[in-house]
Structures are given as structure tokens and as C-alpha cells.
């Protein structure tokens, strides 16, 4: 067997394979198949376990699954189905929460989570890069940020969950909120807001930065609070936005060949590059290649600035 720090270590070090590495390491067979009504189940049989996954979840469900079905072989409590849908937060046992949450911690360790999470406030953008990083969903990434939420700079943070925009579900280490009419008010400006931020400041001049994260059946919010200073900082997705209306203006054609030359180049040239070397690699690359309406506007910093962080958002 293997204790819950060595599965730690093992997650950690073949990050972002970490769950299916440690079930080759514990010699776990993984069968995928289609069917309805569940995302998967364990089997065990005396000192052998085999886990099936439905395959007709997306890649993000079926590996928090897997991590969910070797948290209970690593915790040494029962394994059970996992109902379809979104229930991955909703657990209501001791025993379920404890997989969830070390099935959390294996998909998206806490060294890799400090690596990436690294401006404040987190948005939607970071969010959805980090998701990427780790191969697992949105949700999945915002809630490791809000568990980690001291180690990052937050002084709190927490999920809530939506089921045809009624409140379901809230899930937080310890950030709480007056009363459910105060969430639903934060909701709904979150929503507004979407895919900016929203920003509230509290009685203790604190302030809470809410992101809309849309879903199918299921959505949710993800709540930041944070110190006054930090949360007045823009966003990634705002610095874009800024930078944006001031490249583009109304000019659609530039924008579109921009897009492009920055498609082929981010996959085919920016390969191992930092967001700074690859920007500056891609002004040198273009060098005398744009008509002269557009040529002033891509010689100002701010076009370098643009590119910096379309590439670090692109990781
Ligand atoms: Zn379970």
C-alpha cells in the first residue's frame, strides 16, 4: 500500500499525469466505456482494484474521477459510484469530502497551484489557464484556489454552485457569507459583470472579487476576498481588454490578421519561449511586414505589453 503523502509526492512529481501515474504505481487497471447514469465506480477484490470511467465525459470529469476512486484506496475508505452530473463538490459525507479533497490535492498540487496562480486578483483567464496546465476543469482549478487562498495572497476564498440559477451549494474552507440573499446579490452581479470581475468592498475594507464560471446544467461563482490594495490591481482579462480597445479600436480587419499572426506563431515558433521572449521574437518575425496604417500602432509598447500577455495566457 501507499501512504497519503507518498501519493502526494508521486501526484506532484509526474504533475499534470499525477492520478494516472500513481494508479500505474499501485497497478490499477483503468477501463474506459460508455454508459449512462454514472461518471464511474472502483472495483476491488481482496488486494486488486480496477477503476472504470465513463468515456462519454469529458477528459476534466473522467480524471477527477479517477483521482477521486484512488483517494479512497489511498485514504482506505469505501469506494462508491459517482452519480452523473456535477456532484463533484456536493459531497455530503465525512468520508466523500475527504476524497474530494484529496482528489483535489493529486490533481492540482499545491507547488504547481503557487506556480501559476501568480497575479492578483485571480480572474477567469487565470483560472482557465491553470485549468489547462493541470487537464483539469475551471471549477477544479478555483476551488484549489480558493482552499490555497492564504498561500497565494487571498485572505479567503469559496465556490458556489448554481443549478438553474438557483443557489445550490457553497464550498469554502472557512469564508462565509451573512445569508443566501447576500450570495444571490453577489450572483447576479457576477453575472453582469461576466467575463470581467466584480468588485465589492466590505464594511472592513476588505473587498470580495466575484467571477461568473459558466457550465452546462451546473454553474458556479468563484469568490475572492481580498486586501483593498490588491483587489484595485486590473486583472489579466482587463489589462487585455484595455490594451484591446486601444490596438484595435473598431478595426476588425486588424484585429483578424493579428489573431492570425499570432495563431501560427504561438504554435509553430513560440515553443519553450518566456512570454517576454516570445513577444519580442514575434515584433522581429513580422519586422516591415505590416501596411503602414497599421505599423505605428504595433511599433508602440503598449503592442508589446498586448503580446506578453497573450502569450502568457496562451502558457
Ligand atoms: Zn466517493
Same mark, same amino acid.
Given at each position: 500500500? %501507499?501512504t497519503?503523502s507518498?501519493?502526494?509526492?508521486c501526484?506532484t512529481?509526474?504533475?499534470?499525469?499525477g492520478p494516472e501515474?500513481l494508479a500505474k504505481?499501485?497497478?490499477?487497471?483503468? %477501463?474506459?466505456?460508455a454508459?449512462?447514469?454514472?461518471?464511474?465506480?472502483c472495483?476491488?477484490y481482496?488486494?486488486?482494484?480496477?477503476i472504470?470511467?465513463?468515456?462519454?465525459?469529458?477528459?476534466t470529469?473522467?480524471?477527477?474521477?479517477?483521482?477521486?476512486e484512488?483517494?479512497?484506496i489511498?485514504?482506505?475508505?469505501k469506494n462508491?459510484?459517482l452519480p452523473?452530473?456535477a456532484?463533484?463538490?456536493?459531497?455530503?459525507t465525512i468520508e466523500?469530502?475527504?476524497?474530494?479533497?484529496l482528489? =483535489?490535492?493529486?490533481?492540482?498540487?499545491k507547488?504547481?497551484l503557487?506556480?501559476?496562480a501568480?497575479s492578483l486578483p485571480v480572474? %477567469?483567464?487565470d483560472? $482557465? @489557464?491553470?485549468a489547462? #496546465?493541470a487537464?483539469?476543469s475551471?471549477?477544479m =482549478?478555483a476551488?484549489?484556489?480558493? $482552499?490555497?487562498a492564504?498561500d *497565494?495572497?487571498l *485572505?479567503?476564498?469559496?465556490?458556489?454552485l448554481?443549478q #438553474?440559477?438557483?443557489y445550490?451549494w457553497?464550498?469554502?474552507?472557512?469564508?462565509?457569507?451573512?445569508? @443566501?440573499?447576500?450570495v444571490?446579490q453577489?450572483w447576479?452581479?457576477?453575472?453582469?459583470a461576466? !467575463?470581467q470581475?466584480y468588485?465589492?468592498?466590505q464594511?472592513?475594507?476588505?473587498? *470580495?472579487?466575484?467571477s +461568473?464560471?459558466?457550465?452546462? /446544467?451546473f454553474t458556479?461563482?468563484?469568490v475572492?476576498?481580498?486586501p483593498?490594495?490588491v =483587489?484595485a490591481?486590473?486583472?489579466?482579462?482587463?489589462q487585455?481588454?484595455?490594451?484591446?480597445?486601444?490596438?484595435?479600436?473598431? /478595426?476588425?480587419k486588424?484585429?483578424r490578421?493579428? =489573431?492570425?499572426?499570432?495563431?501560427y506563431?504561438? /504554435?509553430? @515558433?513560440?515553443?519553450?519561449?518566456?512570454p517576454? /521572449?516570445?513577444a519580442?521574437?514575434f515584433?522581429?518575425? +513580422?519586422?516591415?511586414?505590416?501596411?503602414?496604417?497599421w505599423?505605428? @500602432? *504595433?511599433?508602440? !509598447?503598449?503592442?508589446?505589453?498586448?503580446?506578453?500577455? #497573450?502569450f502568457?495566457?496562451?502558457?
Amino acid at each position: 500500500m %501507499i501512504t497519503k503523502s507518498q501519493a502526494l509526492a508521486c501526484c506532484t512529481q509526474h504533475f499534470p499525469d499525477g492520478p494516472e501515474e500513481l494508479a500505474k504505481r499501485l497497478d490499477i487497471p483503468i %477501463i474506459r466505456a460508455a454508459f449512462k447514469g454514472s461518471e464511474g465506480w472502483c472495483l476491488r477484490y481482496r488486494e486488486q482494484a480496477k477503476i472504470t470511467l465513463n468515456s462519454t465525459s469529458p477528459n476534466t470529469r473522467q480524471r477527477f474521477t479517477l483521482a477521486h476512486e484512488l483517494a479512497h484506496i489511498v485514504l482506505g475508505t469505501k469506494n462508491d459510484v459517482l452519480p452523473a452530473g456535477a456532484g463533484a463538490f456536493c459531497a455530503d459525507t465525512i468520508e466523500e469530502k475527504q476524497a474530494n479533497s484529496l482528489a =483535489a490535492k493529486f490533481l492540482l498540487p499545491k507547488a504547481e497551484l503557487q506556480r501559476f496562480a501568480t497575479s492578483l486578483p485571480v480572474d %477567469i483567464v487565470d483560472l $482557465e @489557464k491553470i485549468a489547462k #496546465k493541470a487537464n483539469v476543469s475551471s471549477l477544479m =482549478a478555483a476551488r484549489r484556489v480558493a $482552499e490555497l487562498a492564504h498561500d *497565494i495572497g487571498l *485572505i479567503n476564498g469559496a465556490i458556489v454552485l448554481f443549478q #438553474k440559477n438557483q443557489y445550490r451549494w457553497q464550498w469554502s474552507p472557512t469564508l462565509e457569507f451573512p445569508s @443566501k440573499d447576500a450570495v444571490l446579490q453577489i450572483w447576479q452581479q457576477a453575472k453582469e459583470a461576466s !467575463p470581467q470581475l466584480y468588485r465589492e468592498k466590505q464594511d472592513d475594507r476588505s473587498v *470580495i472579487c466575484a467571477s +461568473y464560471l459558466p457550465g452546462g /446544467d451546473f454553474t458556479a461563482m468563484f469568490v475572492q476576498l481580498l486586501p483593498q490594495n490588491v =483587489a484595485a490591481k486590473p486583472t489579466t482579462g482587463e489589462q487585455l481588454r484595455d490594451l484591446e480597445a486601444w490596438l484595435f479600436g473598431d /478595426d476588425l480587419k486588424f484585429q483578424r490578421s493579428l =489573431a492570425g499572426r499570432f495563431g501560427y506563431f504561438s /504554435d509553430r @515558433k513560440a515553443c519553450g519561449m518566456s512570454p517576454e /521572449d516570445a513577444a519580442e521574437a514575434f515584433l522581429e518575425h +513580422y519586422h516591415k511586414t505590416w501596411p503602414s496604417q497599421w505599423a505605428s @500602432k *504595433i511599433a508602440d !509598447p503598449r503592442a508589446l505589453e498586448w503580446l506578453r500577455l #497573450k502569450f502568457r495566457k496562451k502558457g
